[in-house]
């Protein structure tokens, strides 16, 4: 990959996880709502960005190995 695109995904990853926090704010501010479910909220948050990018980075990285050209196989 170019050095370009990841600049982009950065970009593009900043961008949705700004717009989640910026849409979460009232929710992990709130006074109504018990501490223990905003920090397990925000746990959950952090484990599921967590996992969704060390998914990405192992697609890219498995994508790198495979061969350009894949041959059929004959029967």
């Excluded at 982009?8 to 018990?34: E, M, Q, R, T």
Aim: net charge positive.
């Amino acid at each position: 990959m170019k050095m370009l695109e990841y600049v982009a995904l950065v970009l593009i990853g900043a961008g949705i996880l700004g717009l989640i926090g910026w849409g979460a704010k009232d929710f992990f501010a709130d006074s109504v709502i018990p501490l223990g479910i905003r920090v397990l909220a925000g746990i959950a948050a952090v484990g599921f960005v967590l996992l969704f990018g060390y998914v990405g980075w192992d697609r890219i990285r498995k994508a790198r190995r495979e061969p350009k050209e894949i041959k059929e196989v004959k029967h």
